[in-house]
Every structure is written in C-alpha cells, then in structure tokens.
DNA sequence: CAGTGGTCTAGACCACAAG
DNA sequence: TTGTGGTCTAGACCACTGG
C-alpha cells in the first residue's frame, strides 16, 4: 500500500473495489470501519462514507449498524434500465418516426386488465391501439388502457397525431410502476400490424404506473421481430 | 411554504419532487440555487446538494456548473434489474433447484461467438451446456464459453456438480459486462431440452462479463416459455 | 451499554462553463 | 470573469443493534 496524497471519494471507492477483486478482502469478511479507513487514506470520515454508501449501493458490500461493513458474500449484480419514449428510441437510431392509431374505444376491459388496472367491475375506461413505425417498417404494437377516473383529461385528446405513450410522458407526472418483460408468439391482430407470421417469437414490454395510490395506466408494448433490450452492469 | 422544522436530505429531496409534480416548477425550468434552497428550507447547502443530486441521478433534474439546476425536458426513467444466480431465483420462489450438464468440451467458436469473445480465429474456448431445473420443471437452458487465456481455473472443474454459472459467480471478480434481453422461437435443442414444441416462443437473456479489459465468458441463457422478469421503476 | 454507520453543519476551496 | 455545482473537512449528534 502507498500512502499516495489522493483522497477524494472516488480514489477511496476504486481502491476499496480493487481490494475486493484481487480478495484482499474476500466474500464475508470484515473490512475495517470508517475512521480506520479514514486515517488509512488520510481523508476525513464522510468521504469514506460517501464511497462505501456507493459500493453497498452497487451491492458489493453490506453494512449495518454497530455490526460494521462486510464485503457481500453474493454480489447481487445490479443493471440500470433506461426507459425512453418509443419515438426518442427510434429517433435515436437515426430512423424517422411514424405512428397510426389503430384504435380509440371506451371498453369495459376484462378481468385480467380489471385486476391490474385495479378497477371496478363494469366500469369502462379508456382502451387505445397504435402502431409505431422506424422508416415505414413497423416497430411496436401499443395496447394500452387509461384510468379516465383518474386522468379525466385524456377523453379529451384524440391520439391521433400523438402517441399516448408520448401524451402522457409529456402531461402526466407519475410516481412509479410496474414493469414486465416477457416472450409471446404473435397473435392474429399482432402478426397483421407488425407484418410478420402468426407464431413468430416477439418481445414484450407490460408496465403500469401510478400515481397518489392510483394506477394511471396499463401498456403492453409487443415489439417487431428482432427487437433487443440492451444494459450494462 | 410552511417553513417547517424539519431539514433532512430526505425531506428536501420528497419536497422537490412533490413540486415537480404539481408542475410548481414546470419541465424546463430553472430551479432556485442550492444556497437560497438551503436557506428557505433552513438547513446547510450539502444537505440540499446530496437531495439534488440524488434527484438528478434518477433523471428527474439536469444540473450543470454555472447553469444552475433545472427539472428535466424528457424524465428519462431508469429501472434497476438484479442480476441473481439461478439457483437462488429458483429457491426463492420456494422450488427445489437442480443442474445438470449436458455437455462440456473444448471447441474453436464460430464467428460470432469468436466476435463477442474477442478471441483469437482457431483459439478453442470451453463450451458448456446445461440445463436448470425448479421442483424437476425445466428452467433455462444455459450455452456458455469461457475464456480459458483469461480463465485457466475453469479448465480444471468439470461442471457437473456447479453449473458455470454459479461456479463463474463465486469465483471470478468481474468488472463490468453487457446484457440483451430478446425473444427467440425455439430451436430443436433447446426444445427437447425445455421439453416444449419447436417454435414456441422463449425469453433470452445473453451476457458477456469482461475484467482488466478480456471478455470472460459469454452466455446465453434460454427460459422455459411463461418465464417473465420483473422490475420497479 | 458501547461501537458502528447515518446524517447534519459551517465553512472552505475547486472546476467548470456561460456571458 | 464570475456564479454555479462538486467536493472535502472537522466536528458533532443521532439511530440502530450486537454483546
């Protein structure tokens, strides 16, 4: 070990990870607390602090209270997601952008969108069906429902010219939500709006979001064929 | 403004949101300096800087030397994924978890398996199949290859008892590493092995894992149909 | 009870980039 | 040039929890 001069948190964090990778510090054991550390790197308490908050953060170690901090004996791996408006993503590519609505509907929905929706029974909210295009080929099917109790505004746009995906990233602020990724093989009225066969493997995206304790809307987003998710860890 | 009492970075950061929200201070818009924040909320500019800051990484405000703070155009959202070892998945939804190999040899890759490894044209690399099983169901198929130049431990464990990736997990540090999700149609190997039709389709996940700048392996695991992943945003 | 991490403070200096 | 966020410090108190 040097005695080097840095001491900002991030010389603190990269040389705490490395004693991790090379297991100076092996899976389950100890590593000296905060004010050791500090004099170690000669740096003051609250820069350790900031580092190893970031590393259990990242899930390479644990710490509690009194009992101290432990490199983490399975180092639950942890990716960020990046969750785009659907022009945006094909924007991004360089690709232009179309969409058609397909349709605009005020249903009562089934018992399987009912229960995510959280809704009660008989009552009709808001169902959408769109189509999003990258240069003329089509990239995503959008299925989505609308809590109207809870955005009365949205009866009043018609989706035709903006994407309700886009509606409500730009006009309703939300909490959280759900998301879901799955593999389905393409039904009828997909294989038809995606152009591909009936049976083709296609990636979906379901998410739902909320806001105040009410659930907004449901969208389940079944993607073109080839469509890939991709992060880092 | 109620000039409350309280001053936690917590408190500051709900605040903030809770403004964001209510469209007080509208996409776009410049926000009050962390000085004048710190005042009106009566507590010192670090406790205000580490609320913003927070914010700013779940991409809810774009914070900039000298241009000051202002809430985000477009919040871009950004899910967390864990990355869990098979077994544990499994044992956590109360199944029982079993392995087995299906074959283990040492094989030049073709070409895009070579490019994805940045291997060398003629290196053999080890190639690993295997199939994880919940309750006797079959789970997921597992194709690997692992870089044996950076890798030479993995040549001696024969991965009959350990599927590689547990064994991979519990002893190679790694540094970093690339995901893609997708949809495939099932092929006849991975059909017989997930004991569905072919065709059918599945939920791939494929991951490289690199240290000190070598790719270490690269895997392509392939879920029984219905599998979902999950996450919150 | 006592030792650990969690947080807050007041003040300081630095790094960056807009004007 | 200068105002902004980014960071570090030394010290303090609190909250939790193991022994």
Redesign the pocket.
């Known amino acids: 070990m040097t005695r080097g001069e ?7 964090e990269e040389e705490v990870r490395r004693r991790i990778n090379a297991r100076e510090w092996p899976p389950g054991e100890m ?8 004099e170690e ?13 970031r590393l ?1 953060d990242a899930g390479l170690l644990d ?7 432990r490199v983490a004996l399975h180092p639950i791996r942890k990716a960020r997601l990046d969750i785009p408006i659907i022009r945006h993503e094909i924007e991004a590519k360089g690709l232009t952008y179309n969409y058609s609505l397909l349709s605009r509907k005020k249903l009562v929905p089934n018992a399987g969108v009912q229960a995510r929706m959280q809704s009660e029974a008989g009552v009709r909210l808001l169902h959408i069906e769109g189509l999003h295009m990258a240069s003329g080929a089509p990239y995503a099917h959008e299925n989505r429902w609308i809590n109207l109790s809870a955005l009365p505004d949205a009866a009043k746009v018609d989706f035709s010219q903006q994407s309700p995906n886009e509606w409500l990233v730009l006009n309703v602020p939300f909490e959280g939500g759900d998301i879901t990724f799955s593999a389905i093989s393409a039904r009828a009225n997909e294989a038809a709006g995606l152009s591909c066969e009936e049976g083709t493997a296609l990636f979906v995206v379901e998410r739902t979001t909320w806001a105040s304790k009410h659930i907004l809307t449901y969208v389940r987003l079944t993607f073109a064929p080839g469509y890939r998710v991709h992060t880092e860890i």
């Open positions: 840095t001491c900002s948190w991030q010389t603190v590593i000296p607390n905060e004010v050791d550390l500090a790197f000669g740096c003051a308490r609250a820069t350790v602090n900031r580092a190893l908050q259990a710490r509690r209270r009194r009992a101290g901090t």
